[in-house]
């Protein structure tokens, strides 16, 4: 597992610490996958509602504060795929 997945998934679970209710999926482009569910954030590539894509920049700056998830999807620099309710649950709770 790369250090980028490795430190998401600590983040994510940090975050969200009651886990999350629907699945959600993150790509961070060129590291790998990350799935997220009621158990808590882990590495996987499993068959997600919402599958949410961007580079690792992007995760980066969602996961530290500093970048809005809304904002990122207005801007282009993250992709969203599937249940968008459940996106902006996910939205809310990260941001």
Do not use: H, Q, Y
Request: no cysteine.
């Amino acid at each position: 597992m790369s250090d980028v997945i490795t430190t998401a998934v600590a983040a994510l679970n940090e975050k969200l610490s009651d886990g999350f209710d629907g699945t959600a999926k993150f790509v961070i482009e060129e590291e790998g996958s990350i799935v997220m569910d009621e158990d808590g954030a882990r590495l996987g590539d499993d068959d997600a509602e919402v599958t949410l894509t961007a580079d690792t920049d992007t995760f980066r700056l969602i996961l530290d504060g500093d970048l809005n998830p809304t904002a990122a999807f207005m801007s282009g620099r993250l992709k969203i795929d599937g249940d968008m309710g459940a996106a902006m649950r996910l939205g809310s709770a990260l941001g």
